[in-house]
């Protein structure tokens, strides 16, 4: 079955970089897009981007860009995504996601379990 | 950027009652919508897409419609694993956004 796990939670100093890994397993890895979605504590969800593992193409978020890397290693299906300059309000739960349908649908039906980044002094 | 409106933000229903959660987009988004239910410390979960598909193993008490601006997601017959958050999400251009969740609560 499609499962996505991802690295444990992290606290971070303001300025800061922070990085997520997201490792798939259950099918093959390279023919659907990975998606990273935030959801700060008591909030609603915010997509920030995906990649393409099969070429390692990107689509960001505008407001992400310039801070944020999304890369994917085909050879032990893991995603990553890095997110620098960190600020009080990247205090979120990082999931990643995957597509239903091959390639990029545009929803989410598989998702990982979420990896918590604290930004704090 | 799309915006995407949720009513009502809470509700408190009881095991039986019709609820009817309403989304709005600022913009036409065809039918490129999807609903999410979550649950408190887990992921959201898929339940209809392109705003009226049912995703595999959803219950048939949940159901979608709508399209353009306005979309509706249904549950039938609200039954207690129903009460959750639930998310609408469009994917007509760049960014895709969600919106801000409406929480359904014991009455």
């Known amino acids: 079955q499609v499962q996505l796990v991802q690295s444990g939670a992290e606290v971070k100093k303001p300025g800061a970089s922070m990085m997520v890994s997201c490792k798939a397993s259950?099918?093959?890895?390279?023919?659907?897009?990975i998606h990273w979605v935030r959801q700060a504590p008591g909030q609603g969800l915010e997509w920030m981007g995906w990649?393409?593992?099969?070429?390692?193409?990107?689509k960001l978020a505008q407001e992400f860009r310039g801070r944020i890397t999304l890369t994917s290693d085909t050879s032990s299906n893991t995603s990553y995504i890095e997110l620098s300059r960190l600020r009080y309000d990247d205090t979120a739960v990082y999931y990643c996601?995957?597509?239903?349908?091959?390639?990029?649908?545009?929803?989410?039906?598989?998702w990982g379990q979420g990896t918590l980044v604290t930004v704090s002094s | 950027d799309i915006q995407m409106t949720q009513s009502p933000s809470n509700l408190s229903a009881s095991v039986g009652d019709r609820v009817t959660i309403t989304c709005r987009a600022s913009?036409?988004?065809?039918?490129?919508l999807a609903w999410y239910q979550q649950k408190p410390g887990t992921a959201p979960k898929l339940l209809i897409y392109?705003?009226?598909t049912l995703e595999i193993g959803v219950p048939s008490r949940f159901s979608g419609s709508g399209s353009g601006t306005e979309f509706t997601l249904t549950i039938s017959s609200l039954q207690p694993d129903d009460f959750a958050t639930y998310y609408c999400?469009?994917?007509?251009?760049?960014?895709?956004?969600f919106g801000r969740g409406t929480k359904v609560e014991i009455k």
């Open positions: 996601a995957r597509d239903l349908s091959y390639g990029n649908s545009g929803y989410f039906a598989y």
């Open positions: 259950g099918y093959t890895f390279v023919d659907y897009y």
């Open positions: 990649i393409n593992p099969s070429r390692g193409g990107t």
């Open positions: 913009q036409s988004i065809s039918s490129r």
């Open positions: 392109t705003a009226s």
């Open positions: 999400q469009h994917y007509y251009n760049y960014p895709w956004t």
